[in-house]
C-alpha cells in the first residue's frame, strides 16, 4: 500500500523561484495537510484541507498557497521561494480529521532555497 | 494556547538499556488527546500510541510503555531493553481543540 506519497523528494530552488510539492494519498480520507520540519521547532502546520474543497490556514501559512485538487490530491506552492523557507515540508492525511484521529505521513521533501 | 514540551534533545544509551523520553504537555481543553510518533532515519514518522484525557492507566506494548499522568501533565515514554532499530527522533503532540502541536522532538541514539 502507497499511503501517502510526496514528491519530489529533494528540490534545490533559487532565491524568488517558484515550485509545487505535490501529495497524493490513496486512503480515502478526508483531511490533508502540510507540515514543515525545522531544527529545534518540532513539525509546524501550514495548511491544512479538511475535506474536499476547503483549505484553511495553519499556524506558519506565510509564503505558501495549498490546492486540494480532488479528495486524493493536496498540492503546496511556493510561489517567491525564500532562504527562510528551507526546510523539509511533510504532507499528511486523517479519515476525517476529528479529535482522536492518528496522522500518516509522507516520507518528506527536503528544500533548500539559496 | 497548548504547548508540547519536550525538553530532551537527544539521548544516547548503549543497547538494553532502558530509556525514557519525557514530555510536558499545557492544555487548558478539558478533552484532548496525546500522541507519540517515531521518526526514523528514513525519514517518516509513524504513530506509536495515541491516549486520551479521560484514561489515565499506563499502556504496554512489548518493550514500549507509556505513562500518563494528568497531575503534572506528563506522558513519558519509556523503551526496555533498547534496541539499535530504536534510533530515531521521537515526537510527543498533543491534540485538543486546536490542530495538533508538536513537540521539538527528542534524539535517540542506541549505541550497539
Known amino acids: 500500500n502507497a499511503g501517502v506519497t510526496q514528491t519530489p523528494k529533494f528540490q534545490v530552488l533559487k532565491t524568488g523561484q517558484s515550485m509545487t510539492l505535490q501529495c497524493a494519498q490513496d486512503m480515502n480520507h478526508n483531511s490533508m495537510y502540510w507540515y514543515r520540519q525545522d531544527p529545534g521547532m518540532g513539525l509546524r502546520l501550514i495548511y491544512y484541507s479538511a475535506s474536499e474543497g476547503t483549505t484553511d490556514k495553519g499556524e506558519v501559512p506565510n509564503g505558501y498557497n495549498v490546492s486540494r485538487l480532488n479528495k486524493r490530491e493536496f498540492s503546496l506552492r511556493l510561489e517567491s521561494a525564500a532562504p527562510s523557507q528551507t526546510s523539509v515540508y511533510f504532507c499528511a492525511s486523517s479519515e476525517t480529521g476529528t479529535l482522536n484521529e492518528k496522522l500518516f505521513f509522507g516520507s518528506g521533501t527536503q528544500l533548500s532555497v539559496l | 494556547a497548548q504547548k508540547v514540551t519536550q525538553a530532551q534533545t537527544e539521548i544516547s544509551v548503549v543497547e538494553k538499556e532502558d530509556v525514557t523520553l519525557d514530555c510536558v504537555y499545557e492544555t487548558r481543553d478539558t478533552t484532548y488527546y496525546l500522541f507519540w510518533y517515531k521518526q526514523p532515519p528514513s525519514g517518516e514518522l509513524v504513530f506509536l500510541i495515541r491516549?486520551?484525557?479521560?484514561?489515565?492507566q499506563n499502556e504496554i506494548s512489548g518493550r514500549y510503555s507509556w505513562n500518563f499522568q494528568k497531575s503534572t501533565s506528563s506522558f513519558n515514554f519509556t523503551i526496555t531493553a533498547s534496541q539499535v532499530v530504536d534510533s530515531a527522533v521521537y515526537f510527543c503532540?498533543?491534540?485538543?481543540?486546536?490542530?495538533?502541536?508538536f513537540g521539538t522532538g527528542t534524539r535517540l541514539t542506541i549505541i550497539p
Open positions: 491516549r486520551n484525557s479521560f484514561d489515565e
Open positions: 503532540a498533543l491534540k485538543g481543540v486546536e490542530k495538533l502541536t
